[in-house]
């Protein structure tokens, strides 16, 4: 990965290195706001621990069908080309 990074130019590398920390903090937070809201519902530490890994990866896959999704709608909304009949 390193050896791809050096080879990329200054300016998309300083910017690859800002999203992977955007979204390594991102991910950080939804954890620890998981783990957070239900150990304060419960008060179980098993269960905020459970959550804040399970619910993630059911995003994951809800993400995935959701971008279909709006791939699809996308796809719908751009102008077909127009054919002339001969």
């Known amino acids: 990965m390193l050896a791809v990074l050096n080879e990329i130019n200054p300016v998309n590398k300083e910017s690859i290195m800002v999203k992977a920390c955007e979204v390594s903090s991102g991910v950080a937070l939804h954890l620890v706001v ?18 804040a890994l399970v619910e993630p990866l059911c995003m994951v896959v809800a993400h995935h069908f959701h971008d279909k999704v709006w791939h699809g709608i996308k796809a719908r909304r751009q102008p077909q080309p127009q054919t002339v009949a001969a």
């Open 34 to 51: 998981g783990f957070s809201v239900t150990y304060a519902m419960t008060g179980s530490i098993a269960a905020g621990g459970l959550v």
